[in-house]
């Protein structure tokens, strides 16, 4: 079985390459969209042309300023539309760097910034999807050394999966776990 990503942008693609061995996934792909509205275009395409056999579909978009149950149930509705009503649809509370300010450690060994895990018990990093502005935080953190593809792709091989302080990074790593619970 084979498990394909949707995901909105190269970011998600860098992070996921790097996280998904680490939860134990070998047999993916991640489909990357230029942004939003590009997967919303774009996903119902991708899905019903979609030829192999035994595949699951995991979708991953940010949450950014809209309700997060509205953009799941959007995306849900079309999946199901377009012939995946098993599709399994995540967001990234607010954004996927909330991800990150999760597990600090995670940044501080990928960005190679000592002592910055130190910080996680401060009350914006206890519960990071509350942050309205993730990757601002994170690039005034690190002291402009997070950019999005890159820092990506660098973080998504350090993130643990079980000590992120990020709840939707949680809930998306028990969702891939149970695809391949269920499929392997």
């Known amino acids: 079985m084979k498990i394909v990503f949707f995901v909105e942008g190269k970011s998600e693609k860098e ?3 790097g996280l ?20 919303e275009k774009q996903l119902p395409i991708k ?15 940010d949450q950014d300023r809209g309700d997060c149950k509205e953009v799941k149930e959007r995306l849900k509705k079309i999946c199901e ?7 399994v649809v995540r967001i990234a509370c607010r954004e996927l760097e909330s991800w990150y300010l999760g597990d600090l450690l ?8 000592p002592k910055l895990s130190d910080k996680q018990n401060g009350k914006k990093y206890r519960t990071p999807d509350k942050l309205a502005n ?11 050394k997070y950019q999005k593809v ?16 990020s709840h939707s990074f ?4 028990e969702s891939v776990k149970r695809i391949q619970g269920n499929n392997s």
């Open 47 to 61: 899905l019903r042309g979609w030829l192999e056999p035994e595949t699951k579909f995991l979708v991953l978009r």
């Open 15 to 17: 992070m996921l390459n």
């Open 134 to 144: 993730a990757s601002e935080e994170l690039i005034k953190l690190t002291n402009n």
């Open 170 to 173: 949680n809930v998306f790593v």
């Open 106 to 113: 995670a940044v501080e060994n990928a960005l190679v910034i």
């Open 20 to 39: 998904l061995p680490s939860i134990g996934v070998s047999n993916f792909q991640v489909v990357p969209f230029e942004g939003k509205q590009d997967l």
């Open 81 to 87: 539309e377009n012939g995946q009503k098993d599709a």
């Open 150 to 165: 890159k820092g990506s792709r660098l973080i998504g091989k350090f993130l643990g999966v079980n000590e992120n302080k």
